[in-house]
């Protein structure tokens, strides 16, 4: 993709106006990506800020975001083109009601790029505008079917459709592949791919997302409520918070006009972070004679004194 | 900046000798994105390396210490690498050639290199004697009991084949049909294809599992005959693959040729190696569409956080991981070592396989 970006610099300052915080060491895997024309494997925790990113990405460079939604059984024809055969029924059907006979020329008319459907892969390499930024989502959850038909795609930019011939790339667009990893993806898709592994951010990091997109909310509360998640995130849970958890969490303290945060606050709004019922129970039990987990998590980041109880 | 690029070459060498599938094409890709990012500091630099090279974030983890042992080494700073780190100690050994690679210099390096080294040295072939009394009693055990007509596991294919009743319409054909024949009279179908699944089986043949031996060699002989999409790599402190031998030759000769081919027989468990291999080296056959099934008794020699850490790799990897312990309905046994625990927590399902009929029914229920 042709975008005027000279460093890895660039792609920091372009990626802040869009709303997002890259370090530098994704700013230099984007940077690459778009100057090497080399699909981008984005992995890590769920709400770490990969489809952030690529719609980010997206905005900076002021070009459209097609996005891809992987899903168990996706194939070929969901991904790539598919024929309109109704509207090709019609037009047999019309050409016999006027008089014309069924032929090749016909049959030329109906494998025509008038009754192609292009779906997302094909709409990416064959834009009708400026190459677009293609975001392939969650891509472990596809099968291995899917994966190895990406490899022709991921590697030329190119398609064969047998009734109209092989379609090319312009300009290649700008591709994001991210992965919960809830399964390790083939090796030779990942070979094809500049890989980044998109870790929790640091307090530091957190406390500049939060505050650049809640201006209004106060800073000591904002430094608690990063603070709080940090702090949760090192406990056992089955889903620690990502940094999306952490946005809602601050969105929903903002809506409810609270300047401070106290214990029963937390309690109220504990839905935003904690998705799990294991979770929430492994927290609120009481286990110790400090009291629940959540108690003493409430203790460390200055939010109770130890005596009062949720 | 300088005397990294102009030891470059090193730095790979060194780091495929760590387990990294460094190819040609990867290092003109790092030097292409070297060229253009133009890196200004260290920091940059291994951003840059990352990128291109690194596969899985323990590869970048592992990355990190490497890259910090080169630049030490070009500073004349020793850096000691983490040897108790799991992802070092299940990665294949450094060949041999890389040795004289010195980069990441000092004490470190070799006493790396020795820790790997013992892997290996508790090999030992098996004796004469042992492979005949081990004849003796699988032909004993093939005149007593008989291996029933075992289940073919299969998938459905998300490939269509055309057909004349299916779930699906065959628009294209029936419409081809249609115009060939002047009416459109006969909807064609299409239907999703099964095939048979592929299912790798890790036969542990160490010491401890001496008596049940010959039980899991008369079932997987006989396995091989009746399935196609079957592997067997036998593992006691290496692993071999044993499929072929099985497959074509007869009982007595083919346990033979194991005994002649695999030379850690009756050796220490080592299972955390044994998967590490198998990612490593048969990744070509861990998909989500393979079954693995780990016959061992899961009495491991090593450390059990790497083995947490690789039984759950190839679980992610594969459909689902079974293992099959022999123990398992003895009376009496119970899981209380640690290793035995770990284990356990990192399989799919447990069965009893200590018997024909319990490997019977083990492979049976992996539907």
Not at chain 1, 89 to 109: F, K, P, Y
């Amino acid at each position: 993709m042709q975008v005027d970006w000279n460093g890895p610099g660039d792609v920091v300052a372009d990626l802040l106006r869009s709303g997002y915080l890259a370090d530098s060491s994704l700013a230099t895997a984007v940077f690459l990506s778009a100057k090497m024309n080399l699909p981008l494997y984005l992995e890590g925790e769920p709400g770490v800020g990969k489809t952030a990113l690529a719609i980010a990405v997206a905005n900076a460079v002021h070009r459209p975001l097609i996005r891809l939604q992987c899903y168990e059984g996706i194939d070929r024809e969901s991904a790539l083109y598919d024929w309109n055969y109704p509207r090709q029924l019609m037009h047999v059907r019309l050409a016999e009601s006027s008089g014309r006979t069924v032929d090749a020329a016909i049959e030329d008319e109906l494998y025509s790029e008038r009754y192609l459907i292009a779906r997302p892969l094909l709409q990416a390499i064959s834009p009708k505008g400026p190459a677009p930024v293609l975001l392939i989502d969650e891509i472990d959850r596809s099968d291995d079917e899917f994966e190895a038909f990406l490899l022709e795609v991921l590697s030329e930019f190119q398609v064969t459709i047998p009734e109209i011939g092989t379609i090319r790339a312009v300009e290649y667009p700008l591709v994001f592949l991210t992965s919960n990893r809830s399964r390790e993806v083939h090796e030779a898709l990942k070979r094809r791919c500049l890989y980044q592994w998109l870790p929790y951010p640091t307090f530091d990091r957190e406390l500049a997302i939060v505050t650049r997109l809640y201006q209004d909310l106060p800073q000591d509360l904002a430094m608690t409520l990063v603070n709080m998640v940090q702090r949760l995130r090192q406990e056992p849970l089955h889903k620690a918070p990502g940094i999306a958890e952490t946005l809602d969490w601050a969105k929903a303290v903002g809506i409810l006009s609270k300047t401070k945060l106290s214990p029963a606050v937390v309690e109220e709004t504990l839905g935003c972070l904690i998705k799990y019922r294991e979770d929430l129970e492994r927290l609120t039990a009481v286990q110790t004679p400090l009291g629940s987990k959540l108690e003493q998590i409430l203790k460390d980041v200055g939010l109770a004194d130890g005596t009062r109880s949720l | 900046m300088e005397p990294v690029l102009y030891n470059w070459w090193l730095f790979f060498r060194g780091l495929r000798a760590y387990g990294f599938d460094i190819s040609y094409r990867d290092m003109e890709r790092v030097m292409n994105a070297v060229v253009l990012a133009k890196p200004e500091n260290f920091v940059q630099f291994f951003d840059i390396v990352g990128a291109c090279l690194v596969r899985t974030v323990e590869q970048k983890n592992l990355l990190a210490y490497l890259f910090a042992a080169f630049i030490g080494s070009l500073a004349g700073v020793d850096v000691i690498l983490p040897q108790e780190s799991p992802w070092l100690l299940g990665l294949a050994p450094p060949d041999p050639h890389t040795r004289q690679v010195s980069w990441w210099g000092g004490n470190s390096a070799p006493s790396t290199h020795n820790a790997r080294a013992t892997i290996f040295s508790h090999a030992g072939r098996a004796s004469r004697d042992e492979t005949v009394a081990t004849q003796r009693l699988v032909e004993d055990i093939s005149g007593l009991h008989h291996v029933e007509k075992l289940a073919v596991h299969q998938y459905r294919s998300h490939r269509r084949q055309s057909a004349s009743h299916g779930r699906y319409w065959n628009t294209s054909k029936t419409l081809r049909k249609g115009l060939a024949q002047g009416e459109i009279m006969r909807l064609w179908h299409r239907r999703r294809v099964w095939r048979e699944r592929l299912t790798l089986i890790l036969w542990d043949t160490s010491r401890s599992m001496e008596s049940v031996t010959p039980t899991i060699f008369q079932f997987l002989h006989e396995l091989v005959h009746q399935q196609r999409r079957v592997e067997i790599l036998s593992f006691s402190t290496r692993i071999t693959r044993v499929t072929q031998p099985l497959r074509h030759l007869g009982s007595l000769d083919a346990l033979a040729a194991i005994y002649e081919t695999a030379h850690d027989i009756h050796g220490g468990t080592r299972i955390t190696d044994a998967l590490a291999t198998t990612i490593h080296q048969y990744s070509r056959w861990l998909s989500q569409r393979t079954d693995v099934l780990l016959l061992t008794d899961g009495f491991e020699s090593g450390e059990s956080e790497p083995l947490a850490v690789y039984a759950s790799a190839v679980r992610r990897r594969c459909r689902q991981l079974i293992w099959g312990n022999p123990w398992d309905s003895r009376p009496g046994f119970a899981y209380t070592t640690h290793s035995l625990k770990t284990l356990r927590n990192n399989v799919d399902r447990v069965h009893a396989a200590g018997t024909i009929e319990e490997l019977t029914t083990t492979w049976n229920a992996m539907r």
